[in-house]
T-cell receptor
């Protein structure tokens, strides 16, 4: 399967600041990338889907102006949490999907965001 | 849209015993059913998957069964080991569409 990395693995920031999380597909051309949020002891909640070169499609209830997603290339997507607040503290996970096998998704290791 | 239900939410077994986790899905058009293992503080890892044209798939101690008529699929882990302890998620998707996850099962294997 694909090797997916995320950076940073954890970040602590002050309320009101913006945080950028990178998701890289190291050996795989990711035509589609997904961003999930996971609260403690809960399942993965899809936030948005992005196709390379296109605007992201956000799930209902996810503010697109707060969670900015850029899928600039087949190997890189970024999620920027703008004006972060304590309620944005969560585990953010990206996944990638290619064009060859359109079902399989490969997940990154996740980024733990803590907003003070 | 697709709705995936997963049971049980927690499962505790003795080392060497078998563990079974069950999921049901709502959309009969779903054709891909993966299972993920997530360890604490890490992203989910695909452990096995099955497609709708297959009823059963096995990989060493792990097997998955699919009943399309009843719209349910199950994960079977035999000869469990302490390192199998983790949270397991089932998921379902329709060709080229989003994947929907179950709520997860926390498996504890007692040595």
């Amino acid at each position: 399967g694909a090797v997916v990395s995320q950076h940073p693995s954890w970040v602590i920031c002050k309320s009101g600041t913006s945080v950028k999380i990178e998701c890289r597909s190291l050996d795989f051309q990711a035509t589609t990338m997904f961003w999930y949020r996971q609260f403690p002891k809960q399942s993965l909640m899809l936030m948005a889907t992005s196709n390379e070169g296109s605007k992201a499609t956000y799930e209902q209830g996810v503010e697109k102006d707060k969670f900015l997603i850029n899928h600039a290339s087949l190997t890189l997507s970024t999620l920027t949490v703008t004006s972060a607040h304590p309620e944005d503290s969560s585990f953010y996970i990206c996944s990638v999907k290619g064009s060859y096998n359109v079902n399989e998704q490969f997940f990154g290791p996740g980024t733990r965001l803590t907003v003070l | 849209g697709e709705n995936v239900e997963q049971h049980p939410s927690t499962l505790s077994v003795q080392e060497g015993d078998s563990a079974v986790i069950k999921c049901t899905y709502s959309d009969s058009a779903s054709n891909y059913f993966p299972w993920y293992k997530q360890e604490l503080g890490k992203g989910p890892q695909l452990i096995i998957d099955i497609r709708s044209n297959v009823g059963e798939k096995k990989d060493q101690r792990i097997a998955v069964t699919l009943n399309k008529t009843a719209k349910h699929f199950s994960l079977h882990i035999t000869e469990t080991q302490p390192e199998d302890s983790a949270v397991y998620f089932c998921a379902a998707s329709i060709y080229n569409n989003d994947m929907r996850f179950g709520a997860g099962t926390r498996l504890t294997v007692k040595p």
